[in-house]
T-cell receptor, first 110, second 111 residues
Framework: DTAVSQTPKYLVTQMGNDKSIKCEQNLGHDTMYWYKQDSKKFLKIMFS???????INETVPNRFSPKSPDKAHLNLHINSLELGDSAVYFC?????????FGSGTQLSVL | GQQLNQSPQSMFIQEGEDVSMNCTSSSIFNTWLWYKQDPGEGPVLLIALYKAGELTSNGRLTAQFGITRKDSFLNISASIPSDVGIYFC???????????FGQGTTLQVKP
């Protein structure tokens, strides 16, 4: 009964590949987010969707394309992966002012 | 863009000691949140603060929303080994819908 679940937990891939990370929330929230946590643990917002509509796009390279098939799902597709994309990616959903995070996807680009 | 300055960056303390950390901003925030992140997990919400001067507790944790609305403090009393982790302050500037995070305070507790 995990509230915000994302898969996979670990993703190791070669430079230039395309990969996807999936996120689902069963909290009934309308708004979902993707955050990137770098090696220094800094959490930076990437995207936000409200009821399947993109509402925040923080100047992320267009190799990153979020997709929200319904308000319970927000997936992240990354094209042409680069070394600098290596990080932990967190999905979150929002109720009021509070964000609830998934357990993260550690992406390693070799 | 807006930034939150969190300090200290790291702390190494003895079990039983009290801990204080704080977060400041150059602009006014409407909400302050404090999160804890354990290794391999996502941030978990500890305390949410909604108005200037508010003081809220959650067990051994106490957080305050600064009067100027530009800072917040988190105190942990009588620390225990399971308090180890990274603590983040976060805030909503205005009504942007963005939750912005501080750089984090890494806490280590020596038994």
């Amino acid at each position: 009964d995990t509230a915000v679940s994302q898969t996979p937990k670990y993703l190791v891939t070669q430079m230039g590949n395309d990969k996807s990370i999936k996120c689902e929330q069963n909290l009934g929230h309308d708004t979902m987010y993707w955050y990137k946590q770098d090696s220094k643990k800094f959490l930076k917002i990437m995207f936000s969707y409200n009821n399947k509509e993109l509402i925040i796009n923080e100047t992320v390279p267009n190799r990153f394309s979020p997709k929200s098939p319904d308000k319970a799902h927000l997936n992240l597709h990354i094209n042409s992966l680069e070394l600098g994309d290596s990080a932990v990616y967190f999905c979150a959903s929002r109720r009021g002012e509070k964000l609830f995070f998934g357990s993260g996807t550690q992406l390693s680009v070799l | 863009g807006q930034q939150l300055n969190q300090s200290p960056q790291s702390m190494f303390i003895q079990e039983g000691e009290d801990v204080s950390m704080n977060c400041t901003s150059s602009s006014i925030f409407n909400t302050w949140l404090w999160y804890k992140q354990d290794p391999g997990e996502g941030p978990v919400l500890l305390i949410a603060l909604y108005k200037a001067g508010e003081l809220t507790s959650n067990g051994r944790l106490t957080a305050q929303f600064g009067i100027t609305r530009k800072d917040s403090f988190l105190n942990i009393s009588a620390s225990i080994p399971s308090d180890v982790g990274i603590y983040f302050c976060a805030g909503h500037p205005g009504n942007t819908g963005k939750l912005i995070f501080g750089q984090g305070t890494t806490l280590q507790v020596k038994p």
